[in-house]
């Protein structure tokens, strides 16, 4: 299928490695320029030159902490007319809420809610001129099923959800369409430090802990980054246009419920 976006132009968040990377490698298979943010410089120049050398698409770089309101406006000037917008964030510390003070979580919410809404604020506009826009948050499945040692993920990433549901429907008409992706069990190293939390909570190998995790899922696997990838590319083509607002769940089935 083509998607309809080749020759367009994406910023992509905490594109150096993991889902981030998976969904910047998607784009560029599409013909899809790239700016890539991500903090670590040799990671994502080494991910920049990796996509250069196998699509003809634009590369460029903006490293550093897109949480930072100063990277951000350098990050917007270095891709001032996006078509896509992919915001991404590591998420934070794993624990119980008692250990966690106010700055913790106001540092939480910065990184997962009041980030990617300050880059959606910056593009917005100029997509509604153009009447042409896709913007992909990538979040967690957590949105739906909470996960209890991801309290401050579980809160922050609740609140964007709350303001992608209003602003996704007074856009569309537009053409500017914004979904969220919530990612289950991917294999990245956000999951493996969740694997190795979890096997010292229980007592037990990390390699039981992922026997027991993929048993437990339906698909009896974890996913790859280029099946994410693959549906990131396909939220940010032309074909979604009536679908926005959205919550697209990819974790193999483990959400028991229907809606």
């Known amino acids: 299928m083509d998607l309809g976006i080749g020759g367009k132009w994406a910023i992509v968040c905490a594109a150096s490695k993991g889902l981030g ?6 784009l560029a298979r599409e013909g899809v320029n790239l700016v890539l943010n991500a903090r670590g410089v040799e990671a994502l120049e080494a991910t920049a030159a990796e996509i250069r050398g196998a699509y003809p698409v634009q590369v460029h770089t903006l490293a550093g902490d897109v949480s930072e309101a100063p990277v951000r406006a350098r990050l917007v000037a270095a891709c001032p007319a996006p078509d896509i917008l992919v915001n991404n964030a590591g998420g934070p510390p794993r624990g119980d809420f008692r250990e966690f003070n106010p700055e913790d979580w106001q540092k939480a919410v910065n990184a997962n809610m009041i980030t990617p809404i300050e880059l959606i604020k910056a593009v917005l506009d100029g997509m509604l001129a153009r009447r042409f826009g896709r913007i992909v948050n990538i979040t967690s499945a957590s949105v739906k099923h909470p996960i209890p040692e991801l309290c401050l ?5 609740a ?6 549901a209003g602003l996704s429907r007074q856009v569309a008409r537009h053409n500017v369409i914004i979904n969220n992706l919530l990612p289950g069990p991917f294999n990245t190293d956000r999951l493996r430090a969740g694997i190795r939390f979890n096997a010292r909570a229980a007592g037990r190998s990390e390699a ?6 993929q048993a437990r899922n339906p698909a009896g696997r974890f996913g790859s980054v280029e099946e994410f990838g693959a549906v990131c590319a396909f939220l940010c083509s032309q074909h979604v246009g009536f679908m926005t607002g959205q919550q697209v769940l990819l974790d193999g089935g483990a959400y028991p419920g229907t809606t």
């Open 21 to 26: 990377k998976g969904s910047a490698v998607a």
């Open 153 to 157: 993920s579980n809160g922050a990433r």
């Open 159 to 164: 609140g964007l959800t709350g303001f992608v």
């Open 208 to 213: 039981e802990q992922v026997e027991q995790m």
